[in-house]
């Protein structure tokens, strides 16, 4: 069975001026054609751009009156919300859209200081014959906080999916010297998409292959969206042969949010 898995950080769908984006975001994350989307820094709700873009002009709505999640997912996703950072005109968090049915849901605070709220949003997916735990994940700025957090997110996976079952992490680690990798391989047993991707030549992926036992192959570049210089964003599997995986980014890319997104072509493995 094949999956096709997303992972965006939508930098709260507005510009760094406040404009929004929802409507390019909601085209952009149909044109995925993904199954399972991880998304982060959703806006739940945010009464200053409501009250501000919520009007309709000319028929059109600048701002959505449902929460970010529900306005992306659709008529053809489940979504379900992980609120993570509070304030007085609304909130943000992380959020998963699904094709498949949610059996079940449920929000983990990890926040490691008052400065940066975090959560790890655990989804259980019904796919044809298996479940698979699905966690979105954004981390802390500061590194020490992240490893932090990743030993929370190793408790968090070994106590909800504790036999092996198939798994996808994925998310804005903000990891960008990736000291984390080695560290949810070997509690986890996971593996990095861009690390298993397959190049379609036997020679290369062999010599890919006997490098990665001496040295760690460095996740994908995603930041900025534009020219994307740091690795922050990934996708780590659990269970799954990647057959593709691959970063969306370019000057397009750049008007929707700061990060790029990430797009992966998966198989179960039975």
């Known amino acids: 069975m094949k999956i096709r898995v997303a992972t965006y950080n939508i930098h709260k769908g507005v510009s760094y001026r406040s404009h929004p984006r929802v409507h390019a975001l909601r085209q ?22 409501e009250a501000r873009y919520g009007e309709e002009s000319q028929g059109h709505r600048h701002w959505p009156k449902k929460a970010q999640h529900e306005f992306f997912a659709g008529e053809s996703h489940q979504s379900v919300y992980g609120l993570n950072a509070q304030y007085d005109h609304g909130h943000h968090g992380n959020a998963l859209l699904s094709k498949y049915p949610i059996a079940r849901w449920t929000n983990t605070d990890i926040s490691d200081h008052a400065y940066e709220s975090r959560g790890i949003l655990h989804s259980v ?28 997110l190793i408790e968090a996976v070994r106590e909800s999916a504790p036999n092996g079952e198939p798994v996808i992490i994925a998310g804005d680690f903000n990891d960008w010297r990736n000291t ?10 996971v593996r990095e998409v861009f690390d298993e991707v397959k190049h379609g030549n036997p020679v290369g992926d062999l010599v890919r292959t006997l490098a990665r036992r001496k040295h760690a192959q460095r996740p994908a ?12 964003d990934r996708i780590y599997v659990r269970g799954f042969k990647v057959e593709s995986a691959e970063v969306l980014h370019g000057p397009l890319w750049a008007k929707l949010s700061d990060h790029a997104p990430i797009v992966a072509n998966l198989k179960l493995v039975s």
């Not at 991880?38 to 009464?47: A, K, S, T, W």
């Not at 019904?126 to 802390?140: A, M």
Request: include cysteine; glycine fraction near 6%.
């Open 221 to 232: 570049r995603t930041f900025p969206a534009a020219l994307p210089f740091f690795r922050l």
């Open 125 to 152: 997916v019904e796919t044809e014959g298996k479940l698979v735990h699905c966690y979105v994940i954004h981390l802390g700025l500061f590194e020490r906080s992240r490893v932090r957090q990743a030993d929370m």
């Open 28 to 49: 952009a994350i149909e044109a995925f054609h993904a199954d399972l989307v991880f998304l982060q820094e959703v806006q739940g709700q945010h009464d200053r751009i």
């Open 180 to 189: 984390l990798t080695d560290r949810l391989q070997s509690a986890l047993g």
